[in-house]
């Protein structure tokens, strides 16, 4: 669920950012990108230790791991998206 939430959220400011050209948003975005970073960090630790101390549900717990991991690159699209703003010269700005 973290990791849904956390995707779902940076989407949603994602498209804030491209749609409206508000310079504060990018501000915003910066802030979420430091609170879910520490808080996605000690959820990942958590999962670690869950995996180890439950090592007979490895599938189960690898499934989350990778589907949790999958928000860094994501991420990194999304950061190259608003570095390289398609849209920052066109009829919405």
């Given at each position: 669920?973290?990791?849904?939430?956390?995707f779902?959220?940076?989407?949603?400011?994602l498209?804030?950012?491209?749609?409206?050209?508000?310079?504060?948003?990018?501000?915003?975005?910066?802030?979420?990108?430091?609170?879910?970073?520490?808080?996605?960090?000690?959820?990942?630790?958590?999962?670690?230790?869950?995996?180890?101390?439950?090592?007979?549900?490895?599938?189960?717990?690898?499934?989350?791991?990778?589907?949790?991991l999958?928000?860094?690159?994501?991420?990194?699209?999304?950061?190259?998206?608003?570095?390289?703003?398609?849209?920052?010269?066109?009829?919405?700005?």
């Open positions: 669920m973290v990791a849904t939430f956390s779902l959220l940076g989407t949603i400011l498209l804030v950012h491209l749609i409206i050209p508000w310079e504060q948003i990018i501000i915003i975005g910066l802030f979420y990108v430091l609170v879910a970073s520490v808080f996605n960090g000690i959820t990942f630790i958590g999962l670690l230790a869950n995996a180890i101390i439950n090592y007979q549900y490895y599938r189960e717990n690898l499934m989350t791991i990778v589907v949790f999958l928000n860094i690159p994501i991420a990194l699209g999304y950061f190259f998206i608003v570095i390289n703003n398609p849209f920052h010269n066109s009829v919405l700005s």
